[in-house]
Structure formats: C-alpha cells, structure tokens
C-alpha cells in the first residue's frame, strides 16, 4: 500500500493513475482472462476495465489500497461486460475462426491440474468466480471483503463452502488433482 502512495503522489493525474495501473496491470489481466475464454473477448474487457478505471480515477482515495479499488472496478466491469457477450454474440458477426485459432491460448500449455481447475471456475457464477480469483491470487479476507463489498465473515463462509464445492468437483473428475491451498499451506 506504501508504493501505491508513493506513485499516486508524482505527476499529473494522468501519470499518476499510468503509473499505478502500470504497476498494477496483472489484475486488469487475471480478471480478463478468467471471465473470458476467447481472446479477443479478453482484450474488449481488458480495455473496458481501463476505461472504467480512468473516469472513476478522479475517485480513487489515495489513502488506500490501489489494487484493491482496481479489483472492485474490475470485477464489476467484467460481470456487467459477460451480461451484455450474449447480445453482442447476437448482433456481430464472428472473425474468421483460422485467424483466432493463431492465437496462442496459455492455458494450452497449463498442466492437465490447471485446465480441471480453469473448467471447474467455468462453471462458477459471477461472485464465486470473482471469489476464487482473489482467493488464487493469495488475497486475504479482509482484501476480498472490501474488493467485492460483503463481510470479511460472508467471504469465509463463502470460501469455506466453496472450497468444499470445488473439492467435490474436481475429485469426480480425478481424484487427488487440484489442491486449494495457499502458500502458506491453509486451505
């Protein structure tokens, strides 16, 4: 939180929020990427989220943590931007699918572990999605609680089930495959 301070205190306001977002630039990506599957979706969100950021930039209190007024801005840009994919499914029309596939996707390259991981979140809702991305990320409670706007409790119970949830999941499909520990070895 002391870097966030520190950048947010030189420059323009234009160059202070470059700066922090700079910093801070793997969150606009992690949310990218575990809301949407298809690249080019990923890079719409992408921009949409820094695009939101920016006009609730002159907001931001730069008393507190950056990466957790960017996760909420996030999250939320990225629940309301997979509301609206299905419309637009609808109403454009798709590139040629041989210029997508050229695409590399990093998943591919993901051990079998983390594809049954990327196939359980797939399944998830928006806020236990959102819940397990904080949670992967090594976020504590108290961070989750205030990025997604509930209780640090609501966030432990939540997890707590949800945690059990993904278990029971992953286990059908192979039993032993993915571990929901952090580093510190709690689950």
């Not at 209190?61 to 801005?73: C, E, G, K, L, P």
């Not at 390259?109 to 959102?130: G, H, K, P």
Request: hydrophobic fraction near 35%; include cysteine; charge should be neutral.
């Amino acid at each position: 939180m002391a870097l966030d301070r520190q950048d947010a205190a030189a420059g323009s306001p234009q160059q202070r929020f470059e700066t922090l977002l700079n910093t801070h630039r793997g969150i606009v990506f992690k949310v990218a990427s575990i809301y949407c599957r298809d690249v080019e979706e990923q890079r719409d969100l992408a921009q949409e989220i820094r695009a939101q950021a920016w006009r609730a930039y002159p907001r931001y209190d730069a008393s507190r943590s950056f990466s957790t007024w960017m996760y909420r801005i996030a999250l939320n840009v990225a629940i309301s931007f997979r509301r609206s994919v299905e419309y637009r499914r609808r109403h454009v029309s798709p590139i040629d699918s041989q210029a997508l596939e050229s695409i590399p996707d990093p998943r591919h390259d993901a051990d079998d572990r983390l594809r049954e991981l990327y196939t359980v979140i797939d399944q998830l809702d928006d806020m236990n999605r959102a819940l397990v991305l904080l949670y992967l990320e090594g976020r504590n409670y108290q961070e989750i609680a205030d990025v997604l706007g509930i209780s640090e409790t609501n966030v432990s119970t939540k997890l707590s089930r949800l945690k059990q949830r993904l278990r029971d999941q992953v286990a059908s499909v192979r039993p032993g495959a993915v571990s929901l520990e952090t580093n510190d070895g709690t689950r």
